[in-house]
């Protein structure tokens, strides 16, 4: 399954889109070594973009013409993550304008390795010489 939109980022990264719909969004990852923090496992900057991406599109699956901006992020690390990791995140709430999700990054064994919550807002999406742009906020009055 394909990102909707050019992410440079998560490109790097390695990330792979598997679920997108619903509410919920799944993507796996396995981290390179330049991923990697001085313990040898998953770097938590990595982590925490994988959490914000996959909270991002299980928000995005219900309004896919929108684009969608992180508001705020809480993460709380539980246990190395290490491997093939797949992150699961879920749209618990929506306004016209806003999104409220979690996000766990599960590893090989079925250990939850992270989790966080988010809030997004929905953004209308502008073109731009590069393609669509997310950074043109809806009107909130």
């Known amino acids: 399954m394909k990102f909707l939109t050019h992410i440079p980022f998560v490109e790097h990264l390695g990330f792979e889109l598997i679920k997108f719909e619903g509410g919920e969004a799944e993507i796996g990852y396995t981290a390179r070594p330049e991923h990697m923090n001085s313990f040898n496992v998953t770097h938590g900057g990595a982590s925490m973009t994988l959490m914000?991406?996959?909270?991002?599109?299980?928000?995005?699956?219900?309004?896919?013409?929108?684009?969608?901006?992180?508001?705020?992020?809480?993460?709380s690390f539980m246990q190395p993550a290490t491997g093939a990791l797949i992150a699961k995140g879920r749209l618990i709430h929506r306004t016209a304008t806003m999104?409220?999700?979690?996000?766990?990054?599960?590893?090989?064994?079925?250990?939850?390795?992270?989790?966080?919550?988010?809030?997004?807002?929905?953004?209308?999406?502008?073109?731009?010489?590069?393609?669509?742009?997310?950074?043109?906020?809806?009107?909130?009055?």
Do not use: W
């Open 52 to 75: 914000d991406v996959v909270m991002a599109h299980a928000a995005r699956s219900v309004v896919q013409e929108m684009g969608i901006v992180t508001v705020e992020m809480k993460t």
């Open 99 to 141: 999104a409220f999700t979690e996000a766990s990054i599960i590893d090989a064994q079925g250990r939850v390795c992270s989790h966080a919550t988010g809030t997004f807002k929905y953004v209308r999406r502008l073109p731009t010489a590069q393609g669509i742009h997310d950074l043109n906020p809806v009107p909130t009055d």
